[in-house]
């Protein structure tokens, strides 16, 4: 199965303003609330893993939400509760790749030369 990067949000623990998001284990709690929205539907033990649809990950040790946009055509309302959720906490969104940042907030571009 081919993955494609550009169907990935990246939600970073990091506020526009460049602050840590807290607690350190906010990623973990939103992909466990989305573990039940995966391929298949729910299922009994199922919400012991998380959904590939929602992971937590880290970037250059930065923690981060990987969301891939299938959840959006599976069930909108988890789409919009995850992105509602960085919003409302001001949180860093990149589409595509992986940003480039760094842990004190900082991210940059690729530059293709």
Known sequence: ???????KVYILGITHAGRAFRPSDWAERLAGVMSQFRPGGSLPGRHLTYS?????NSVNNVRCV?????????NVMAWDFVMGFAKDNELQVHHGEPPHVDPHGHHGHKHKH
């Open 1 to 7: 199965m081919v993955t494609h990067t550009s169907k």
């Open 52 to 56: 590939p649809w929602c992971v937590p």
């Open 66 to 74: 990987i969301v891939h946009e299938d959840l959006k055509a599976h």
